[in-house]
C-alpha cells in the first residue's frame, strides 16, 4: 500500500476530486496548506510599499492506494492539476506498512 | 437666530462627531491584529478628554476675547462655558452653544489624527497624558489663531485677522497641525521594533474603507457646516468638498496603477483622505474645477510623500505626515494659486490675477502653524518620554499592545483553555492575606 500526497493549486481541486472518484478512489484527505516552491511566492502592495508574501495557499490531497493504482493514481492527479503554469504544486508517494478501518477493524487492502 | 442655521450646524456637529469614531476604523484597519483596539483606543480616549477640556477652559482660549498680539484667548472669559446658555447668547444667527459643539468635534479629531503617527508603540497612559497637554498648548491657542475672527467688541486670532490668511475649515489649524505633531512625536518615540525590515501589513482593509467612508460622510459637516449656516457659502463647501475627493481618490489610484502596477483599496481609502484634507481649507475660496485640481494633485502628492518615511528613516506608522501634513500644505498653499473672487472668500490666486498676495499669506500661517506645532510637540513628547515614559518597552510591543496596554483582544482565535474568574473577586481576596 503506499499513500499519495498532492499539494496543488486549491482552484484545481474539484477537478482532480472528480477525475479521482471516476477512477474509482473510494476516499481522500484533503486539507489547506500553504507553501512555496521554486517559484516562492507573490508580492503585495500597501501604499507604494512592496510586502514579499512568501507562503502561498495550496490544497493537500492525500489517498490511499493498493500497490497496483499508485501509478495510475499519481498519472490522474497529474492530469487533473496541470495548468502549465508555475506553481502547479507537487505529487509524491510514501511507502505505508499497514491500514486499518476503524469501524470494522479490517487490515491491509480491505481496509481502502 | 435663524433655526434652519441652527439645524444645519448641529447636524454638522453631529457628522464630525462621526468622523473621530470613523478615524478609528480608518487607523484601526491598517495596524496589525494584535494592536487594533489600542489604535481605537487613542480616538475615543481623545473624544473623552478633549471634549471635557473644552467645555472647561478650551473654547474658552480658543474663542475667548485675547490676552495679547493675537497668541491666545482668555481661559477664565468662558470657563466652564458660563454665560452661554442664556438666550442671547448668539453667534452670528446660531446659539453660541451650537458653535461651540460644533468647533469641539474639530479639536477632538486634530489630537485623534496625531495617533496614527505612533502606533504600536505608545503607552496608553502616557498618550492620555499627552493628549491634555497638547490639547491646552497647542491646539486651543491654535485654533484661536486661525479661526477666531474679531468681532464688535471682540479681538481674535492674529491669523485670521492680521495675516488674513484663508483657512476655512482647518487646513492649518486641523491638518497641518496634527501633522507636524505626528512627525515630532514620531522622531521622539523611535521607530517601531522591526520597522522597516518587518511586513507591517495592514489586518483588515475592509475597516481602512469603511473608515474612509465615514470620514467622507462626517468631512461634509467638518467642511459645508463650517459655513455656519444653511446658505449658498455651505453648498459650494459641499460641492467642492466631493470634486476634490473624487479626483483624490482617481489621482491616488492613478498613480498606484502606473508606478507599483496596481490600483490598491488602501489607495483608494487613502487618496479620499488626502482629497478631503486638502480642500478643507480652500472649500470656499475656489471653484469646483479648481477644487477638482486641487484633489487630483493631492492624490499625487500624497500618494509620493509616503514613500518619504523610508527614505529619511522615520517611523510614522499610519502616514499622519503623508496625507496630513502634506495634505494640508498644499491644500492651503493652494490657496494662494487657484482662489477666485468669483468664490464666497471673494480673492484672487497668482492663477486668477491676484500675484502673490495671498500666496505669501498662505506660506506664512501654514509654516508658522507648522513650526509651532513641531516644536511644541517634540518639547511635550521629550518630557513625557524622559518623565513617565512614552514608549512602550519591545517585549510588550512584539506581544501586542492590546493585551498589555487594556487586558483584551480583537479577535478570539483560540479554540479553548483558560478559565474564568471575577476580576472583582480576585481583588478581595488578594486584599485578605494578611501583611
Known amino acids: 500500500m503506499k499513500l499519495v500526497t498532492a499539494v496543488i493549486k486549491p482552484h484545481k481541486l474539484d477537478e482532480v476530486k472528480a477525475a479521482l472518484e471516476t477512477f474509482g478512489v ?28 512568501d ?12 500497490d497496483t493504482d499508485v501509478v495510475d493514481v499519481v498519472d490522474v492527479i497529474t492530469k487533473a492539476a496541470a495548468t502549465g503554469r508555475i506553481g502547479d504544486g507537487k505529487v509524491w508517494v510514501t511507502p505505508i506498512d499497514d491500514v486499518v478501518r476503524v469501524r470494522t477493524g479490517e487490515h491491509g487492502a480491505d481496509a481502502l | ?52 477640556l473644552w467645555v472647561i477652559f478650551g473654547y474658552s482660549m480658543a474663542f475667548g476675547d485675547d490676552l495679547g498680539g493675537g497668541l491666545v484667548g482668555d481661559p477664565s472669559q ?26 469641539a468635534v474639530f479639536a477632538i479629531i486634530t489630537v485623534a489624527l496625531i495617533s496614527g503617527a505612533i502606533a504600536d508603540r505608545a503607552k496608553f497612559g502616557a498618550w492620555c497624558v499627552f493628549v491634555v497637554i497638547w490639547a491646552a498648548v497647542v491646539y486651543f491657542p491654535v485654533a484661536h489663531w486661525v479661526f477666531d475672527f474679531s468681532g464688535d467688541e471682540h479681538v481674535g486670532g492674529w491669523i485670521a485677522n492680521n495675516l488674513k490668511a484663508l483657512d476655512f475649515a482647518g487646513g492649518t489649524a486641523v491638518h497641518i497641525n496634527a501633522g507636524a505633531a505626528g512627525l515630532a512625536l514620531a522622531l521622539v518615540l523611535g521607530k517601531r521594533v522591526g520597522w522597516p525590515k518587518e511586513p507591517f501589513r495592514p489586518h483588515n ?26 446658505n449658498t457659502l455651505a453648498a459650494v463647501a459641499w460641492v467642492n468638498t466631493i470634486a476634490a475627493t473624487a479626483a483624490a481618490l482617481l489621482g491616488w489610484l492613478i498613480l498606484e496603477r502606473f508606478r507599483d502596477g496596481h490600483a490598491t483599496s488602501l489607495g483608494a481609502a487613502s487618496g479620499v483622505v488626502a482629497g478631503l484634507v486638502a480642500i478643507t481649507p480652500a472649500a470656499n475660496s475656489v471653484s469646483p474645477i479648481g477644487a477638482i485640481i486641487i484633489g487630483a494633485l493631492a492624490g499625487v502628492l500624497c500618494a509620493l510623500a509616503v514613500g518619504l518615511k523610508y527614505k529619511l528613516g522615520y517611523d510614522d506608522s499610519l502616514d ?4 496630513h501634513l502634506v495634505g494640508g500644505l498644499w491644500g492651503t498653499l493652494a490657496i494662494g494659486l487657484f482662489a477666485t473672487s468669483t468664490s464666497p472668500a471673494g480673492v484672487d490666486g497668482l492663477f486668477f490675477g491676484g500675484g502673490v498676495d495671498q500666496l505669501w499669506r498662505q506660506a506664512v500661517g501654514a509654516f508658522a502653524v507648522l513650526a509651532f506645532s513641531f516644536i511644541l510637540t517634540y518639547i511635550i513628547g521629550f518630557a513625557i518620554q524622559k518623565t513617565i515614559g512614552f514608549r512602550l518597552d519591545p517585549e510588550s510591543e512584539v506581544e501586542g499592545i492590546d493585551g498589555h496596554e487594556h487586558a483584551e483582544s480583537a479577535y478570539d482565535s483560540s479554540t479553548g483553555g483558560g478559565s474564568v474568574r471575577p476580576v472583582v473577586a480576585k481583588k478581595t481576596e488578594e486584599s485578605e492575606v494578611p501583611a
Open chain 2, 205 to 230: 482593509l475592509p475597516f481602512v474603507m469603511l473608515g474612509a467612508g465615514l470620514l467622507w460622510f462626517g468631512w461634509f459637516g467638518f467642511n459645508a457646516g463650517s459655513a455656519l449656516g444653511a
Open chain 1, 55 to 66: 507562503l502561498v495557499p495550496k490544497s493537500r490531497l492525500e489517498v490511499l492506494v493498493d
Open chain 2, 320 to 323: 499622519v505626515v503623508g496625507v
Open chain 2, 78 to 103: 468662558y470657563f466652564g462655558l458660563k454665560g452661554l446658555m442664556s438666550a442671547d447668547a448668539v453667534f452670528g444667527t446660531i446659539p453660541t452653544l451650537a458653535f461651540v459643539g460644533f468647533q
Open chain 1, 26 to 53: 473510494q476516499g481522500m484527505t484533503v486539507s489547506e496548506a500553504s507553501g512555496y516552491g521554486r517559484q516562492k511566492g507573490h508580492t503585495e502592495v500597501y501604499r507604494g510599499a512592496e510586502y514579499t508574501v
Open chain 2, 1 to 52: 437666530m435663524d433655526t434652519g442655521d441652527t439645524a444645519w450646524v448641529m447636524t454638522s456637529a453631529a457628522l464630525v462627531l462621526l468622523m473621530t469614531p470613523g478615524l478609528a476604523f480608518f487607523y484601526g484597519g491598517m495596524v496589525r491584529t494584535k494592536s487594533v483596539l489600542n489604535m481605537m483606543m487613542m480616538s475615543f480616549s481623545a473624544l473623552g478628554i478633549v471634549t471635557v
